[in-house]
């Protein structure tokens, strides 16, 4: 089991997926292993810029990208800040014994405001165990 917390608050006002900084590592004793992800994700933010503004928010694997977890959190169909927290649960089979890397990313989803993560230093915490089969 291996656990990692991050409360650096990033910003970001581009749909390209940027690095949340929540981030940990685990090496697997059996390829048939799987590995269970458990997120928790401190606040996040979309500001007021525009009505459309949403949190993107996806899971990936080294460098592949295995789960969305959101397109729109913190919709609103309007102008209006939001802010809220999210507990996410993914089982992979990385069909490996080497060093794997868990992370998020986020994105914004309409580039006209911004979206953040772990806002004014929330923490965000991954675990991830490894389930022998």
Request: glycine fraction near 8%; avoid cysteine; charge should be neutral.
């Amino acid at each position: 089991v291996v656990q990692s917390i991050t409360s650096t608050e990033v910003t970001s006002s581009s749909t390209s997926y940027a690095n949340t900084g929540l981030s940990a590592s685990i090496t697997p004793l059996f390829a048939t292993s799987k590995i269970l992800v458990m997120i928790n994700h401190g606040t996040m933010t979309k500001s007021s810029g525009v009505s459309t503004n949403r949190v993107m928010l996806k899971l990936v694997r080294d460098s592949t990208d295995i789960y969305v977890f959101g397109n729109g959190l913190l919709y609103t169909a309007s102008a209006v800040q939001n802010r809220g927290t999210g507990a996410f649960t993914y089982l992979d089979s990385p069909a490996t014994t080497s060093a794997v890397t868990y992370k998020t990313q986020f994105a914004n989803g309409d580039a006209g405001a911004e979206v953040q993560v772990q806002t004014n230093g929330s923490p965000s915490s991954i675990i991830l165990m490894e389930i022998a089969v």
